[in-house]
């Protein structure tokens, strides 16, 4: 029950980042110019799940009473009399809650909003707030409590509502709905007692300051020490015992806690802290391949350890790379600053080949080429090959024509002699014929 109880107020306080008290002692001055909206019990459209409370106002006659528990959903609109809001920053209204669950259980829907629009209409070129965008988008600042809180919303953070009629017009806002969905509030036996009520509408053009918490009395163990907001019951300053407000902290011997006067330690060193603002726990810079190195510190002291921890994003890797595992068929690349391979291995783009030394009988010739995008040159040796002999060839005997007619061959050398007796031995045994 005291863990639940704990995590309502934690998320209640997140919702109603943006509220701030009623009290005049947390607000400004007074703002320069205010336009009000409604702060009376007239004119209200469509009634439905709502009364006019006319007992527990903050201004005006009356204020919107919603019991939550009795109706699935409440739709509270009026149409103003045309108002002129030029220049003006802020809605600001109150709300009254009856319990701190209430607003835990706006986490768990997005109908809930408070809008305005100039369109004379309730659903067109409205802006309207969510209380669960409240809650989920806002930073812990005010300190919410049952009874009347006061809500100042900036308009450049509500929402544009999607629709024909276009963009608020400020110099002509016309109408103001409260719109409440309570279907997250059936499993809640609690709700049926829950009261809702919203009072004192108004345009301003002021920056609002947040109401601070009220502090309780001091409570601790052994290892830190904490406090109650008395309005809220929020935790509040919890931090480890330490002799100083600020570093150096210590750990290895007994001293007096500045903040609740309890005599504390000695601790053994809790080296669990990153602490990557702290210069003095630099390890080292990131690389191509990981981010930075931070020594741990201690969580109660800042004492530096010995471990390391990474941080941060690595570098990229240097544009200008080397060629590595160069091969018979493909190169990959490093980065020069990191020396790891990037990417993968990629087949070589060579030139044709170029003769470097012709081959002879004493030694053997050498062809290269190389690739056009690393420095591998790949080489092959020339083995030197003897021409064959040649064979001389006869050359032909030319043809002369004879006085029959005929054409006799010519011929040279030994051959040509016996050829010339052969016919001459024909001719003069056919003359003696």
């Known amino acids: 029950m005291k863990r639940a109880f704990t995590i309502m107020l934690m998320t209640v306080v997140l919702l109603l980042s943006l509220f701030v008290p009623a009290g005049a002692d947390h607000l400004p001055a007074q703002p320069t110019k205010v336009v009000p909206l409604w702060n009376a019990d007239e004119n209200w459209d469509t009634p439905s799940g709502f009364v006019v409370d006319r007992e527990s106002q903050v201004e005006g006659e009356g204020c919107v009473s919603i019991e939550l528990g009795k109706n699935a959903i409440v739709i509270a609109q009026i149409k103003l009399p045309e108002v002129d809001a ?16 209430i607003l835990e259980a706006w986490l768990d829907t997005e109908g809930d909003s408070v809008g305005i629009s100039s369109s004379g209409q309730p659903d067109r070129a409205e802006k309207r707030v969510h209380f669960h965008e409240i809650a989920m988008q806002s930073f812990v600042k005010g300190c919410p409590r049952i009874g009347w809180n006061h809500i100042a919303v900036p308009l450049d953070q509500m929402s544009d509502i999607e629709g024909g009629g276009g963009k608020l017009d400020l110099s002509q806002v016309n109408f103001l709905r409260i719109f409440i969905i309570n279907w997250s509030l059936a499993s809640v036996p609690e709700a049926k007692d829950w009261v809702l009520k919203f009072d004192n509408f108004v345009l301003t ?32 300053d919890e931090t480890f015992h330490s002799e100083h407000s600020h570093p150096p902290y210590h750990c290895e011997r007994e001293f007096t ?27 080292e810079s990131a690389t191509c391949t990981r981010g930075a190195l931070f020594y741990y510190s201690c969580a109660r002291c800042g004492e530096r350890g010995t471990e390391t921890f990474e941080s941060g994003k690595p570098r990229e890797h240097t544009s200008e790379m080397d060629c590595v595992s160069c091969d018979a068929e493909s190169h990959a690349y490093q980065c020069k600053r ?10 070589h783009d060579f030139s044709e080949w170029e ?24 080489t092959q040796e020339i083995v030197y090959v003897a021409p064959e002999p040649q064979t ?23 051959p040509a002699m016996l050829a010339l007796i052969a016919v001459a031995g024909w001719m003069l045994r056919k003359k003696k014929q």
Request: negative net charge; aromatic residues 10%.
């Open 86 to 101: 030029t220049g003006m920053r802020y809605l600001e209204f109150d709300v009254y809650v009856s319990d701190l669950a």
């Open 205 to 236: 053009n002021r920056e609002v300051a947040f109401d601070p918490h009220t502090p309780g009395e001091w409570q601790y163990d052994e290892d830190k020490h904490w406090r109650y907001c008395t309005e809220c019951d929020k935790k509040l």
């Open 257 to 283: 806690c500045y903040a609740c006067k309890q005599v504390c330690g000695p601790y053994e060193h809790e080296f669990t802290r990153k602490d990557t603002s702290n210069r003095m726990c630099y390890a």
């Open 338 to 347: 990191c020396h790891s391979q990037v990417g993968e291995a990629v087949s």
């Open 355 to 378: 003769m470097v030394r012709e081959a002879t009988e004493e030694k053997s010739g050498l062809k290269q080429r190389s690739c056009a995008e690393c420095t591998y040159v790949e």
């Open 392 to 414: 001389p060839q006869t050359p032909a005997v030319p043809v002369a024509p004879s006085d029959d007619g005929c054409s006799a061959v010519i011929v040279s050398g030994a």
